[in-house]
């Protein structure tokens, strides 16, 4: 059974569908919770991806985090969400302070995070913080075909 009071409640829909997984009290509603999660997920036209490439947009690149020694792709489902993750860490952040982050359509970026495993890249952090998650990018193409059922997956 949920607690509603433990449950986000000001926060964007992300947050509440990650607050549902949280709190799942058995295993149906755990998948039930995550399906709905990715579906809302990949249903984005868009995925948000911060950059340290300065203010030439066309020389940047997605940013690649190492947590635990381990380098992950991290994608937000928007530029508050990467903003938050930000915060005033320079990297991320043009001199006046505004957000760097680059915007890509979600075939376009799926096709990329795909690639990255050939790179050493180990998976796929979806708005890091207290409600994110996140999967192996072995396993990404699994979701995406168990979500969008015959859907051309980028290889």
Known sequence: MNDA???PSDADPFDHLMGAAQQAGSEE????????????FLGLETWIFLTTGGRDLSQASPFIGLIEDQPWALVFTDPQKAAAFAGADPRF?????HLLFIELPKLEALGWV???????????????G???????LAHLPAIVLDIEGGADLPR
């Open 130 to 136: 207290k409600y994110g998650w996140f999967t192996p």
């Open 114 to 128: 795909m690639g990255l495993q050939r790179e050493g890249v180990v998976g796929l952090r979806i708005n890091q």
């Open 29 to 40: 509603e755990l998948i039930h919770a995550f399906r709905g999660l990715w579906a809302a």
């Open 93 to 97: 952040r043009t001199p006046e302070g």
């Open 5 to 7: 009071s433990r449950m």
